[in-house]
């Protein structure tokens, strides 16, 4: 009886994980200027440091799998979206505005993808993606101008981007 009550207290950490980490995660992700590259190797890292807890979970809960899921979706998204959000709450520079002239416009199902002259955010397509309903027929010379800051851990959050 007392393994079931300590495997519900992890079970309560996977639901915390899947329904609070996940979503904030991929929520502050998307105004975190990062890679998805660096987004996995971080995510990596932490599951390392939460993997480390094994043996302690392990011992108060039985089920392998129970251990296997806290530690994949429970402490480690968790600990993802704490990253994500004292990065994306707490700044380290003050604001930053920087224009990208627009070279190319591609239409997609919705969405616009734009490339920069000078291959600003070349490995980020989700800082190049605009709805249609933003963009407006181009002119001749079209710019975008995105505001960032850096947050506590180096990585720019975005704050506000216009199409002028």
């Known amino acids: 009886m007392a393994s079931d009550k300590n495997s519900s207290i992890f079970l309560y950490f996977i639901l915390a994980g899947v329904i609070v980490g996940l979503p904030v995660t991929i929520l502050l992700s998307n105004r975190t200027v990062i890679s998805l590259d660096s987004l996995f190797n971080i995510y990596g890292l932490l599951l390392l440091l939460s993997a480390l807890q094994f043996r302690f979970v392990q011992r108060i809960c039985k089920n392998y799998l129970i251990t296997a899921l806290y530690i994949f979706f429970g402490s480690s998204l968790i600990l993802m979206s704490l990253f994500l959000a004292l990065n994306f709450f707490i700044p380290s520079e003050g604001e930053r505005t920087v224009d990208h002239k627009i070279e190319t416009v591609d239409y997609a199902v919705g969405n616009i993808i734009i490339t920069f002259k000078d291959s600003a955010f ?3 397509p ?3 993606r605009f709805e249609q309903e933003e963009f407006e027929k181009p002119p001749k010379e079209m710019f975008v ?3 960032t800051r850096k947050g506590l851990f180096g990585y720019p959050v975005l704050l506000d981007r216009k199409i002028f």
């Open 122 to 124: 070349a490995d980020d």
């Open 126 to 128: 989700g800082m190049r």
């Open 145 to 147: 101008r995105f505001t």
